[in-house]
């Protein structure tokens, strides 16, 4: 079992929709949960974190945490086609070790 | 304040020929990480510094790869000899401190074709 799973996607929405990116991890003590976007040729850039469970909003981004189902996930309202990215979780494991997933690529469609 | 600095950006080189990959984190930050991001997947760790000490270097392939942070500042990351598989970008980050609430900041990279 990979330690952080994303859907693989891609993920395709309409400028203007909400799109959904979903992440599930495995290390039950896991303390930090990230969010970064990459654009093609680019590197990951920190766009969210997370640490208790619940919602976390910042501007047109909201990270949910669900730590006894080991679960999270990010929104983007009012998807842009900028948005058009790579989405990466990242979680931080007991021994401060950052795990990826492989990523979820995001098309936003004018 | 000026971000992650790696260079070069770009190399090819032959197979078993030597590279090396050079970073400069981000002023005070103590940890400092080596990542490989091959197409199409998310970025694995090959080491983790907590200033000059290699706290995490269980992923990197220690029978051709070396790493070194002298001075606990700068820090290069070689390979020799190079393999075909090697071909990859090659990530570095820093954050404040090795904890679990410190978020990696990640230089552009330097992407390595190995032909």
Known sequence: QKEVEQNSGPLSVPEGAIASLNCTYSDRVSQSFFWYRQYSGKSPELIMSIYSNGDKEDGRFTAQLNKASQYVSLLIRDSQPSDSATYLCAVMGSNYKLTFGKGTLLTVNP | ?115
């Open chain 2, 1 to 115: 304040e000026a971000g992650v600095v790696q260079s070069p950006r770009y190399k090819i080189i032959e197979k078993k020929q030597p590279v090396a990959f050079w970073c400069n984190p981000i002023s005070g930050h103590n940890t400092l990480y080596w990542y490989r991001q091959n197409l199409g997947q998310g970025p694995e760790l090959l080491i983790r510094y907590e200033n000059e000490e290699a706290v995490d270097d269980s992923q990197l392939p220690k029978d051709r790869f070396s790493a070194e942070r002298l001075k606990g500042v700068d820090s290069t990351l070689k390979i020799q000899p190079a393999e075909l598989g090697d071909s990859a970008v090659y990530l570095c980050a820093s954050s404040l401190v090795g904890t679990a609430n410190s978020p990696l900041h990640f230089g552009n990279g330097t992407r390595l074709t190995v032909t």
